[in-house]
């Protein structure tokens, strides 16, 4: 099946938004066994969107335009798909309704300006809008289906969800679900896990795929055709065994998604000690409702002096190992767990950069401490000179990933990759 995209608005196109939707709606039709096979982004200009229109029609069998169904004068989508195929706009008295008593549940007048979000090309079958004045709409033209959702991503998903996907499903015998299994990765390069993977036999009808986005490599293992249970515990089994420890989860979104379900399911607590990180750890938990029953707290200690004063860093320990050290991610930590009174606690302090970095300790080197029952565990990585924020962000990804290990049982201190240790202490209790 043909499907494209074309996703509209000008804060897009500039980058002033970050295009989640996009993304999202990719890997929604991936689960359903279907892969865009072209993505473009249109700013709100009349003749760039009826020209994306039109280069589409005829060649995709659906594409799914998101956003410009607003009420004011820069959304462009209904008019220029209508101006496309050379025909009308016209009221769509429902939907007319649908608003005005929104609006009246709200206590707010409908303003005049809205009217236009009910004004839909003629021939248009009309996708409800549960949660918003946008209504979305379908179009047949040149024997391509065009969808039209608003931008806002609440409202699409549920649009997505609860109506085009189904109808998709109907229309073009999209499988719901289609078996897709994931094993997400850290600390190995693309190319490297693909010579790692290369000459292992795929059973008929499953495909390999692969999807970097920092910090991860996503492994995409699709059954496009029944495979024997046998066959496919075998194949995964040789998947892990060849990744190792740069395996870090399967069917999960993220290393914090993984430690999320492992704190809630063995009931217990967490606190953070972050420094280079400035609280990325904490609020990366915090995205996930439910989160206030293990994570009862956090530190953001950037200086050395924080360090002495809210988490009891011995100064001398500062003074002789430096604030980037194994023995201070142990004081952090240590500090951490006791005052919060946690079960465990997650220490990071690195050198992020751009500056800041040495001969003996160049920028992306980060050291690490988890404090738990049994003592301190702590290893010092050099995760290469990035870009200030890839250095934070993969460093959040390790510390979360030592949590995770061990609540699996697993040692903390995994051999990744490419992230090369300098540096580890074990203190027992």
């Known amino acids: 099946m043909h499907i494209e995209m074309i996703c509209t608005g000008e804060e897009v196109l500039s980058g002033q938004i970050v295009d989640t939707n996009a993304a999202w709606v990719a890997q929604r039709l991936l689960e359903h066994g279907e892969e865009l096979r072209r993505r473009v982004t249109v700013g709100d200009r009349m003749a760039d969107l009826v020209g994306a229109f039109t280069s589409a029609a005829g060649q995709a069998s659906v594409v799914l335009v ?209 420094s280079c990180t400035g609280g990325m750890v904490a609020s990366q938990l915090v995205d996930f409702p439910g989160s206030s029953c293990y994570l009862l707290g956090g530190w953001i200690t950037y200086s050395n002096r924080a360090k002495q004063a809210e988490l009891g860093v011995d100064e001398r320990v500062l003074a002789q190992y430096g604030a980037v050290s194994l023995e201070a991610a142990v004081g952090m930590a240590a500090g951490a767990k006791q005052k919060a009174g946690t079960d465990l606690a997650i220490s990071i302090t690195g050198i992020a950069g751009p500056d800041g970095g040495s001969p003996d300790k160049p920028v992306g080197t980060v050291a690490f401490a988890l404090a738990h029952s049994g003592g301190v565990e702590a290893q010092m990585l050099r995760l290469g000179s990035r870009q200030r924020n890839q250095v934070r962000l993969l460093a959040a990804t390790v510390a979360l990933d030592m949590v995770r290990r061990h609540l699996l049982g697993l040692p903390v201190m995994a051999e990744y990759g490419y992230f090369e240790r300098v540096g580890a202490k074990s203190i027992k209790a």
């Open 66 to 274: 998101n956003g410009g169904l607003g009420p004011t004068s820069d959304d462009l989508s209904s008019e220029a798909i209508a101006q496309a195929m050379g025909v009308g706009l016209e009221l769509h008295q429902g939907w007319l309704a649908t608003m005005t008593e929104m609006f009246a549940r709200r206590g707010r007048p409908m303003a005049a300006i809205n009217r236009k979000q009910a004004m839909l090309p003629v021939g248009a079958v009309m996708i409800d809008n549960p949660v918003g004045t946008a209504c979305g709409f379908r179009i047949l033209w040149r024997g391509t289906w065009f969808v039209f959702t608003p931008g806002v991503p609440l409202e699409l998903k549920r649009m997505m969800e609860e109506q085009v996907l189904p109808w998709m499903c109907d229309e073009f015998g999209l499988a719901p679900k289609m078996p897709l299994h994931r094993l997400l990765t850290i600390g190995q390069g693309e190319s490297q896990l693909a010579h790692i993977l290369d000459d292992l036999p795929l059973p008929a009808g499953v495909e390999l795929g692969y999807r970097a986005s920092l910090p991860y490599i996503e492994l995409k293992l699709m059954q496009r055709r029944d495979v024997a249970l046998q066959v496919w515990e075998t194949l995964l089994e040789q998947i892990r065994e060849r990744i190792g420890d740069a395996l870090v989860g399967e069917n999960v979104l993220s290393v914090p998604d993984a430690v999320h379900r492992l704190l809630s399911e063995q009931s217990l607590t967490l606190a953070t000690a972050e």
